[in-house]
């Protein structure tokens, strides 16, 4: 149930504007400090998963993978493997929908 409503959620970060996609896009956020959290889809590429997992790591901000591609995809409406949300808002109801 509540991971439906953690992509739901995304979905409307989207719509709102509030999002980044793509790999490289979020890493420049990231290293920014204008993401406050990082989705990874647990199906990426083992060298896209350490180069945004290091990232996020290295500037301190939370990155999860507890969803695929298809479902990052869907969410969002486009093919995506990595997503950042970018309004800390979006982020904590997402984190705390995805982890409980």
Do not use: W
């Amino acid at each position: 149930m509540n991971r439906q409503k953690a992509l739901n959620m995304l979905g409307l970060a989207m719509r709102a504007g509030k999002l980044v996609t793509g790999e490289e896009m979020t890493i420049k956020e990231v290293k920014s400090q204008k993401a406050k959290l990082v989705l990874i889809a647990h199906d990426a590429g083992k060298n896209t998963q350490k180069k945004v997992k290091d990232k996020s790591s290295f500037y301190q901000v939370p990155c999860l993978d507890h969803f695929d591609s298809n479902e990052l995809s869907q969410a969002i409406g486009k093919d995506r493997m990595v997503v950042g949300i970018l309004d800390s808002g979006f982020a904590k109801r997402i984190e705390e929908l995805i982890l409980g």
